[in-house]
C-alpha cells in the first residue's frame, strides 16, 4: 500500500510543484493568505476531500476532510502557508502547506481499505498570530489521533522541542516638554524604554540558560527637541516550558514597573501576539516518522537530534493531541531560515524534490499507524504521559 501511496503522490507531482512555486512566488503576511488558501482549497477539492472554508472564524483558514464508509483513526495533516515580512517564503511555508496537501492525497487512495479520517486544517499567520492557537483553544484538535506536519530545512532533523513564549508590549506614558526651553517640566517615557531595556540586560544573568528576552523600540518619541510623552516597546519572551515563561514573564513586567517609577511614567503593558506553548514531541510517532525517512532511502545517521528553532503554535496542539515536527532537508547548502539564501534556494527543483520525500514519509507514516492498532495506543499512552507531565 506504500507503494501506491508513492504512486499517487509522484503521479500529481507536477500539480503540486506548481501550487508550491505559486505560493512562493505570491508571498502573503499571516491572516492574509487569500491567494494560497484558495489554492489548496481548490486542489483539496478537486482531489474529492469535503472543504470548509473559512474555518474556525478565521477568513483564511480552511479544513479538509476525507472520511471512509468504515471506523478508524483522525490522521490530520497541518498546512502553513503564511510569509514573512519582506523576505517572503524565507521559512518555506510554500513547502510545508504542499507537503501536508501532498500527504493527504497520497493517503487517500489507501485509506478506503483501512478506514479512518483523513483532516487538512489550513492554518494561517504561523508567524504571528497563529491560527493553531485558536483552532486548540476551541478544541478543534481533541478528536485528533495524531497531527503530522514536516519543516523545511537544510538538514535532517528529528521531532524535537521549541520555546513556549509570550510577546510583551509595554507602553510608557509621560509628560511633553520643550527639551531645550524647560526640560525640567517634562517627564520623559523614552528614559523609561531605555531602562526597561537595561533592567532586562541585567536580569538575563539570574536566569535559566534556555531563557530568551529580545525587543524592539516601537516608538520613541517625534522629534529630539520635544521630551517625549509616549514610547512603546516590544519583546519576545521564551523559555522551554510554559511555567518558566510565565515566572519569567512576570519578571520582565517587575522591570518595565520599576522603570516607569523611576521616572515618574505611568506604564501599561499587554500581548500584541499569541502566546505559544512549548512543542511536546510523541516519541513513538516521532520514532514512526524516521523509519520511515530511512524506508524512503535517508541514511539514519544524516538524521540528526531535535534541535529547538524557536516558537511553534503547534505547541498549542502537541498538548491536545499526539503531533511531530520533524525537518526535511530541502537545500543543499546551509543556509538558516529567515534567510533570503534560504528563501531563493527553496523555490529550486531539489527544495521540491525535497518536499515530495516529506509529503511521502508523512502520509507513509499516517498509514502505518491507520494500520497498527497497537502503535497508535504506543503514541495515546505517550501522549497521556508526557502532557501530563507538562501540567
Not at 4 to 28: K, M, V
Not at 147 to 173: C, I, N, R, T, V
Not at 188 to 217: E, W, Y
Request: hydrophobic share 40%; net charge negative; aromatic share 8%.
Amino acid at each position: 500500500m506504500k507503494q501506491q501511496i508513492a504512486s499517487t503522490i509522484d503521479l500529481h507531482a507536477p500539480s503540486f510543484t506548481e501550487i508550491s512555486s505559486f505560493i512562493g512566488e505570491n508571498p502573503e503576511l499571516g491572516h492574509e493568505e487569500w491567494k494560497a488558501s484558495a489554492r489548496l482549497v481548490e486542489a483539496l477539492k478537486e482531489h474529492g476531500f469535503t472543504v470548509q472554508a473559512p474555518y474556525a472564524g478565521l477568513p483564511t483558514a480552511f479544513l479538509g476532510t476525507y472520511a471512509t464508509s468504515k471506523p478508524g483513526p483522525t490522521v490530520a495533516f497541518l498546512c502553513e502557508y503564511d510569509a514573512l515580512p519582506e523576505l517572503g517564503h524565507a521559512c518555506g511555508h510554500h513547502l510545508i502547506c504542499v507537503m501536508g496537501l501532498a500527504a493527504a492525497v497520497g493517503l487517500k487512495a489507501v485509506i478506503d481499505q483501512l478506514g479512518g479520517t483523513i483532516r487538512v486544517y489550513g492554518t494561517p499567520a504561523e508567524e504571528t498570530k497563529g491560527g493553531k492557537v485558536d483552532m486548540a483553544a476551541a478544541g478543534l484538535f481533541d478528536d485528533v489521533d495524531i497531527a503530522l506536519m514536516a519543516h523545511p530545512y537544510y538538514a535532517y532533523e528529528k521531532s524535537g522541542s521549541s520555546l513556549a513564549m509570550d510577546a510583551l508590549q509595554f507602553e510608557f506614558f509621560g509628560k511633553a516638554a520643550h527639551a531645550a526651553a524647560s526640560p525640567y517640566e517634562g517627564i520623559n517615557a523614552l528614559d523609561a524604554v531605555l531602562l526597561l531595556f537595561q533592567s532586562i540586560g541585567a536580569l538575563r544573568q539570574q536566569l535559566r540558560s534556555h531563557a530568551r528576552i529580545h525587543g524592539i523600540i516601537t516608538e520613541g518619541g517625534k522629534a529630539p527637541n520635544i521630551i517625549p510623552d509616549y514610547a512603546a516597546a516590544q519583546f519576545y519572551v521564551r523559555s522551554a516550558n510554559r511555567p518558566y515563561t510565565d515566572e519569567t514573564v512576570q519578571k520582565v513586567i517587575r522591570c518595565a514597573e520599576g522603570a516607569a517609577l523611576q521616572t515618574g511614567c505611568t506604564v501599561k503593558w499587554s500581548n500584541y501576539e499569541y502566546s505559544y506553548d512549548e512543542l511536546i514531541t510523541n516519541t513513538p510517532l516521532s520514532d514512526t516518522f524516521t523509519r520511515n525517512l530511512v524506508g524512503l532511502g535517508i541514511r539514519e545517521d544524516e538524521i540528526e537530534y531535535g534541535k529547538d528553532h524557536g516558537s511553534l503554535d503547534l505547541g498549542n496542539v502537541s498538548r491536545h493531541c499526539p503531533s511531530i515536527h520533524p525537518y526535511v532537508k530541502v537545500v543543499d547548502e546551509k543556509h538558516l531560515l529567515h534567510t533570503k539564501e534560504f528563501r531563493d534556494l527553496a523555490m529550486q527543483p531539489r527544495a521540491f524534490e525535497g518536499m515530495l520525500l516529506g509529503a511521502k514519509a508523512l502520509a507513509y507514516t499516517a498509514y502505518d499507524v491507520l494500520a497498527d492498532p497497537a502503535l497508535l495506543q504506543s503514541i495515546r499512552d505517550e501522549f497521556e504521559r508526557s502532557v501530563n507531565a507538562a501540567e
